[in-house]
């Protein structure tokens, strides 16, 4: 009797959880699941013998009604039945990998109580026989397409202009998961995501169900796409630009320094170098930030500043904003710009202008300076004669390469075959697996190989190619990083369009130093931290420069040069300057305070107790500190007085 009760019980229980009503974002997220891994597991699916696309449409009305487990599974049944019969493979198992080969592959999901037992047989049985082969849905591009992939069967993603001709909800659904499972299978730095991508699906499926204009669908699509944390990521319009934040702008420039966004480059003469933004169109500007940066897909909060320096002031053709901005002498003022500026030549700009126009040139203290923005591969004969022999070289990396002329400079530097970084590539006959492959420049046998110290300039401008040359020049024996943070996306970028009108793209290699250690999102990091300063910009100082000449061993100026030969016995007087070990602050007793400071502002060193001891002179270990350049404050009385140091390792 007890056993007939406790079956009567579980039939209840089974008929219970098989009437039960399903959300239709549920439905929808395993559905994307499925369809996916269909696509590009199953052999006839995955060999483009059947419109995936129209049968996923199709099935979609399916799903929505379906109100119990029961018909949700009917539904997957008519999308199997659509693939046709899985072929059985004859061939052994690939599933070989090691576990940083194959981080995209998870078929946990496969288990979700939704499932009837019938399609998670189905799955395991397309799982079980998938075997490696050339998928017609995605292949290497040979020069066709836009991007390291190529996606033949798939560009556009959706045959519509969604401009001219808003897709309904079933179509809508498929962009989001022909999107979504382009990304889950072929990008490789998922893994290192703030949010994971099952979750990022969840949270915008309501979104695209229920989006009805253009406009917010943009805004959709740019949140979805930010949650990829990649600045190669972007979404352009059929015209080139993003109907979010404009393309045109007034002429200036901004750089994000110190948490300021500060004008570096002006063609207004009511405003210049150095002064600060502080609100468009009387909106502050930390308003701003948190409004816009939600928007832009970005790695770290140096790429974040770059993006904003420009979008802060974009807009739309001939418009006007109120800028408003704080002078040197911290007076708030504003001033109506007219935004009818695209970018242009104009726009480039180089924290020394002088430089930013040369490719290389060598300094009369023996160092040479490398400006791959304009270096060219036909430079390298005469560069390579004249540089060779420097005691230093100076390779300014704060901005994009040309071409690949850094690569044959390193051919000429390295003194032997070098490894320099290792790359996971998208096996694309194994969708959501990598492969390794290895960098080296440089070759054995090199009879002139650079002897000096290799000193490597970056900021937030170094991305992609940029950085790549920066892990190049940093793979040379006794080389130094010199700078602030890069922007955390290198690797080749793959694009494509999702409509007609509508295109985006992501980044399609992971790379990673020798040892393993990534550099997507976190970018190459300085080992000499220094960023340039708003007084240093209103001086039309290169203050990174400067750093790096004082690593090298030269007068960062002349007019320091200049005033240190002139300093009269009661001023202040450091040596040795650069220091390594220590460095003496001599005649110092008429002061009544000494701090020192890095390149942030921030206080390192307080010498103010060591005056009542050491009376007029003061010596100061400096063997914790960085490289890099300090300054030391003075205060005698009301009169204030900063001098530079630099240390040098």
């Not at 079956?7 to 439905?27: G, H, M, W």
């Not at 999102?521 to 000499?528: E, F, Y």
């Not at 009385?637 to 900063?642: D, K, S």
Request: aromatic share 12%; proline share 5%; with cysteine.
């Amino acid at each position: 009797m007890k056993k007939i009760i406790l079956a009567f019980i579980l039939l209840i229980v089974c008929y219970s959880a098989n009437s039960q009503s399903l959300s239709y974002e549920e439905k929808l997220y395993h559905t994307c699941k499925v369809w996916g891994f269909v696509k590009y597991y199953h052999y006839w699916v995955s060999n483009n013998q059947v419109d995936w696309d129209k049968a996923l449409l199709k099935t979609l009305p399916l799903i929505k009604i379906a109100k119990t487990k029961d018909e949700y599974n009917d539904a997957l049944d008519s999308l199997f039945t659509a693939a046709g019969t899985m072929q059985i493979a004859n061939t052994p198992s690939p599933d070989t990998l090691p576990q940083e080969l194959k981080r995209n592959l998870d078929f946990e999901w496969f288990k979700a109580p939704i499932f009837r037992k019938n399609v998670k047989d189905m799955l395991d049985t397309i799982r079980n026989n998938f075997r490696p082969h050339p998928n017609s849905w995605v292949k290497f591009n040979d020069g066709s397409g836009y991007g390291f992939l190529a996606f033949p069967s798939d560009d556009p993603m959706v045959n519509s202009d969604f401009k001219t001709d808003f897709p309904n909800e079933f179509t809508r659904i498929l962009v989001l998961f022909k999107f979504w499972n382009i990304l889950n299978y072929f990008n490789p730095n998922q893994y290192i995501l703030d949010t994971p991508w099952d979750i990022t699906l969840k949270r915008f499926l309501p979104e695209f169900v229920n989006v009805t204009d253009y406009s917010d669908f943009l805004k959709i699509f740019r949140l979805l796409t930010s949650s990829l944390q990649d600045s190669h990521v972007e979404v352009l319009t059929l015209s080139g630009g993003s109907n979010l934040f404009g393309l045109y702008r007034p002429r200036i420039i901004l750089r994000l320094i110190q948490n300021q966004f500060v004008i570096v480059k002006s063609d207004y003469p009511e405003i210049t170098k150095g002064d600060i933004l502080v609100s468009v169109d009387g909106v502050p500007i930390q308003k701003l930030k948190d409004s816009l940066s939600k928007f832009i897909s970005y790695g770290n909060p140096a790429i974040l500043g770059r993006h904003l320096s420009n979008f802060l002031i974009t807009g739309d053709s001939n418009t006007v904003m109120n800028f408003g901005y704080t002078d040197s002498l911290g007076s708030e003022r504003s001033l109506n710009l007219r935004r009818d500026y695209l970018p242009d030549a104009w726009f480039s700009y180089h924290f020394n202008p002088t430089l930013g126009n040369m490719s290389w040139t060598k300094f009369d203290c023996d160092v040479g300076y490398v400006n791959i923005r304009n270096l060219k591969i036909s430079d390298l004969d005469s560069l390579y004669n004249s540089l060779s022999t420097t005691k230093a070289m100076i390779i300014d990396i704060r901005s994009y390469p040309i071409d690949q002329s850094l690569w044959n400079l390193a051919d000429r530097m390295y003194p032997q075959n070098t490894n320099f970084a290792k790359l996971t590539i998208p096996n694309t006959n194994y969708p959501g697996t990598f492969y390794w492959s290895y960098s080296s420049r440089g070759y054995n046998g090199n009879t002139n190989p650079y002897k000096g110290k290799v000193i490597i300039l970056c900021n937030s401008d170094a991305q992609s190619a940029a950085e790549y040359d920066c892990m190049i020049m940093r793979a040379m024996p006794n080389s130094i990083v010199v700078g602030s943070q890069t922007a955390g996306a290198d690797g080749n970028v793959t694009g494509f369009k999702i409509s007609k009108d509508i295109k985006t793209g992501f980044t399609t290699l992971g790379v990673y130093y020798p040892d393993g250690t990534p550099t997507q999102r976190l970018g190459i990091v300085p080992d000499s931290v220094v960023y340039p300063t708003a007084e240093g910009i209103r001086q039309g100082r290169d203050e990174v420069l400067e750093t790096a000449l004082g690593i090298a061993g030269c007068v960062v100026s002349v007019e320091e040069e200049r005033m240190d030969n002139n300093t009269t016995e009661s001023q202040p007087f450091l040596a040795p300057n650069p220091a390594s070990e220590y460095i003496e602050i001599r005649n110092p007793s008429e002061c009544s305070e000494i701090h020192i400071y890095n390149v942030l502002g921030e206080e390192v060193i307080n010498l103010t107790p060591a005056l009542t001891i050491h009376g007029v002179g003061v010596k100061i270990d400096v063997l914790n500190l960085p490289t890099g350049v300090y300054f030391l404050k003075f205060k005698t009385g009301a009169q204030v007085e900063t001098k530079k140091m630099t240390i040098l390792k």
